[in-house]
């Protein structure tokens, strides 16, 4: 394929994915009778100038703009909540979320919360709270700029306790874009350091997915393909971005988020307490701990492991190498192999562990993960 065209893609969301893609969002807002958006983004991506261009150009389309930015890195409740505020106040009609995995999952969050009223945590997935999702919800765009998370294709959002830092999700096949429009010219733009988090938070979805035990073999087919596009395109997405590493690895974003559905596993739940507790980048936290986490469950699935090294095209087929592949990997785009080296002090270990074992990821692992195992593995990463 090439990559200076608009290609369609439904799986089962409709997918606009190639250059110049965003050009269609005033035309597809004004088909659907839709003029008064509601762009949900962070902070940072509110400023830049590609965005502010998308704002520009629906306004020269004579469509109502209402934009919400305030959220956290890490996303909380009190953010859908602010969000749910303007909504109100604004008489919108639509939900366009911009951004990455924080931005995106608070614009679906906001989609629910729009009619169902009840404490957010009540649709909580891990409590069964899916049951309760039973009301319309608004006309929903997604529109990444990273590859990472994948989350504009993916029904769920995952939300922290603004006290506990416990992360929910909520989730339901309503929350799901109508389209996604996914255009790898607005992640032309990403510095390195972001380029490189957002990717290992890729490969880690794909990696996982296809660990994960339950069976799905649609899933593992679209985690070795993301895999495959990771391999090609990472380091040059990070050292010396072209339009095709770009495309590669927005691809296989998508492609890791759509295979997770499968489940994630050990390493997941290693990062998700970093960022619920010490604020740090989810991509980041998950880098880190990728090369431990996949160690850890290389002993009883070495066939698995197999799979991945030939997929990494590695001369030993084993999950030995793929480990250090992935330390390799690390390296090749400036990320640290120690935990020490993001802020995580000994003293945190305790604490990490406990959230680590309590995190919804890891009972889909493929091998039981204990507090103990935790503990052992913050250590040995520090």
Same mark, same amino acid.
């Not at 924080?102 to 629910?112: F, G, K, M, N, T």
């Not at 899933?219 to 090609?232: N, Q, V």
């Not at 850890?296 to 997929?311: H, M, V």
């Given at each position: 394929?090439?990559?200076?065209?608009?290609?369609?893609?439904?799986?089962?969301?409709?997918?606009?994915?190639?250059?110049?893609?965003?050009?269609?969002?005033?035309?597809?807002?004004?088909?659907?009778?839709?003029?008064?958006?509601? +762009?949900? #983004?962070?902070?940072?991506?509110?400023?830049?100038?590609?965005?502010? @261009? /998308?704002? *520009? =150009?629906? !306004?020269? $389309? %004579?469509?109502?703009?209402?934009?919400?930015?305030?959220?956290?890195?890490?996303?909380?409740?009190?953010?859908?909540?602010?969000?749910?505020?303007?909504?109100?106040?604004?008489?919108?009609?639509?939900?366009?979320?911009?951004?990455?995995?924080?931005?995106?999952?608070?614009?679906?969050?906001?989609?629910?919360?729009?009619?169902?009223?009840?404490?957010?945590?009540?649709?909580?997935?891990?409590?069964?709270?899916?049951?309760?999702?039973?009301?319309?919800?608004?006309?929903?765009?997604? +529109?990444? #700029?990273?590859?990472?998370?994948?989350?504009?294709?993916?029904?769920? @959002? /995952?939300? *922290? =306790?603004? !006290?506990? $830092? %416990?992360?929910?999700?909520?989730?339901?096949?309503?929350?799901?874009?109508?389209?996604?429009?996914?255009?790898?010219?607005?992640?032309?733009?990403?510095?390195?350091?972001?380029?490189?988090?957002?990717?290992?938070?890729?490969?880690?979805?794909?990696?996982?997915?296809?660990?994960?035990?339950?069976?799905?073999?649609?899933?593992?087919?679209?985690?070795?393909?993301?895999?495959?596009?990771?391999?090609?395109?990472?380091?040059?997405?990070?050292?010396?971005?072209?339009?095709?590493?770009?495309?590669?690895?927005?691809?296989?974003?998508?492609?890791?988020?759509?295979?997770?559905?499968?489940?994630?596993?050990?390493?997941?739940?290693?990062?998700?307490?970093?960022?619920?507790?010490?604020?740090?980048?989810?991509?980041?936290?998950?880098?880190?701990?990728?090369?431990?986490?996949?160690?850890?469950?290389?002993?009883?699935?070495?066939?698995?492991?197999?799979?991945?090294?030939?997929?990494?095209?590695?001369?030993?087929?084993?999950?030995?190498?793929?480990?250090?592949?992935?330390?390799?990997?690390?390296?090749?785009?400036?990320?640290?192999?120690?935990?020490?080296?993001?802020?995580?002090?000994?003293?945190?270990?305790?604490?990490?562990?406990?959230?680590?074992?309590?995190?919804?990821?890891?009972?889909?692992?493929?091998?039981?993960?204990?507090?103990?195992?935790?503990?052992?593995?913050?250590?040995?990463?520090?």
């Amino acid at each position: 394929m090439t990559f200076d065209k608009v290609y369609q893609y439904n799986f089962p969301t409709t997918i606009r994915f190639g250059a110049g893609a965003i050009k269609e969002l005033p035309a597809y807002l004004k088909q659907h009778g839709l003029n008064r958006p509601m +762009i949900v #983004t962070d902070p940072t991506i509110a400023t830049l100038p590609f965005f502010k @261009a /998308i704002v *520009a =150009d629906l !306004e020269q $389309h %004579q469509l109502s703009v209402e934009v919400f930015s305030d959220i956290h890195k890490n996303p909380v409740k009190s953010d859908v909540y602010k969000g749910s505020d303007l909504w109100d106040g604004t008489s919108r009609d639509s939900i366009i979320g911009i951004g990455g995995g924080a931005a995106l999952d608070v614009a679906r969050a906001i989609v629910l919360r729009v009619n169902h009223r009840e404490d957010l945590f009540k649709y909580d997935d891990l409590i069964g709270g899916d049951v309760h999702v039973t009301n319309d919800v608004p006309h929903f765009i997604t +529109i990444p #700029t990273t590859s990472g998370t994948g989350s504009e294709v993916g029904r769920s @959002a /995952i939300i *922290a =306790d603004d !006290e506990t $830092h %416990q992360k929910k999700i909520l989730f339901s096949p309503k929350l799901m874009a109508k389209i996604v429009f996914a255009d790898p010219v607005l992640t032309m733009d990403l510095p390195p350091f972001i380029t490189a988090a957002t990717g290992m938070d890729a490969l880690t979805h794909n990696m996982e997915a296809f660990l994960a035990k339950n069976p799905h073999p649609l899933c593992d087919g679209i985690a070795l393909e993301g895999i495959s596009l990771i391999k090609d395109s990472l380091v040059q997405a990070t050292n010396k971005p072209d339009l095709e590493s770009r495309s590669k690895m927005l691809m296989a974003s998508m492609m890791g988020a759509i295979a997770f559905q499968k489940g994630l596993g050990v390493v997941h739940s290693l990062a998700h307490p970093l960022s619920s507790l010490l604020d740090t980048h989810h991509g980041l936290a998950n880098a880190v701990n990728l090369p431990y986490g996949m160690e850890f469950n290389i002993a009883g699935f070495e066939d698995r492991f197999r799979r991945i090294a030939r997929t990494l095209d590695l001369k030993e087929e084993t999950g030995e190498a793929v480990v250090k592949y992935l330390f390799d990997l690390n390296t090749q785009v400036n990320i640290s192999h120690h935990l020490s080296d993001i802020g995580v002090k000994e003293a945190h270990i305790e604490t990490l562990s406990d959230l680590a074992f309590a995190d919804f990821a890891h009972p889909n692992n493929p091998k039981p993960v204990s507090r103990e195992d935790f503990k052992q593995l913050y250590l040995k990463a520090l």
